[in-house]
């Protein structure tokens, strides 16, 4: 499956962005689907997870109750919906797939999209 995220951009602190990643190839709904945020420097962390179904989500401690992802597959695309963002938020966010129904670990992602750019400023 190839994926694509898209939606970055630069946003001013305490507003909202939503990324996109559209897939390609295979239908998502075979996939546990996540994003993941990767700052220089730094490992890439986990930010958002949501199962196959779309039934079950997981979120990062730092962005539960600011960030929600979700999932149309009959779209083959899922979505961050990223409100109230801080600085320590910006980052390239990568979409990823995985074939366990839901994964916090990035190791368990086999399919990666190339990365969208978010910036926020203070």
């Known amino acids: 499956v190839q994926l694509q995220a898209s939606g970055g951009g630069l946003v001013q602190a305490g507003g909202s962005l939503r990324l996109s990643c559209a897939a390609s190839?295979?239908?998502?709904?075979?996939?546990?689907m996540g994003w993941f945020r990767q700052v220089p420097g730094k490992e890439r962390e986990f930010v958002a997870a949501?199962?196959?179904?779309?039934?079950?989500?997981f979120y990062a401690d730092s962005v539960k109750g600011r960030f929600s992802m979700s999932r149309e597959n009959a779209k083959n695309t899922v979505y961050l919906q990223m409100d109230t963002l801080k600085a320590e938020d910006a980052a390239v966010y990568y979409c990823?797939?995985?074939?366990?129904?839901?994964?916090?670990?990035?190791?368990?992602?086999?399919?990666w999209g190339q990365g969208t750019q978010v910036t926020v400023s203070s």
């Open positions: 190839g295979r239908t998502i709904s075979r996939y546990g």
């Open positions: 949501i199962s196959l179904s779309g039934t079950s989500t």
């Open positions: 990823a797939a995985t074939t366990m129904i839901i994964s916090v670990n990035p190791s368990s992602y086999a399919y």
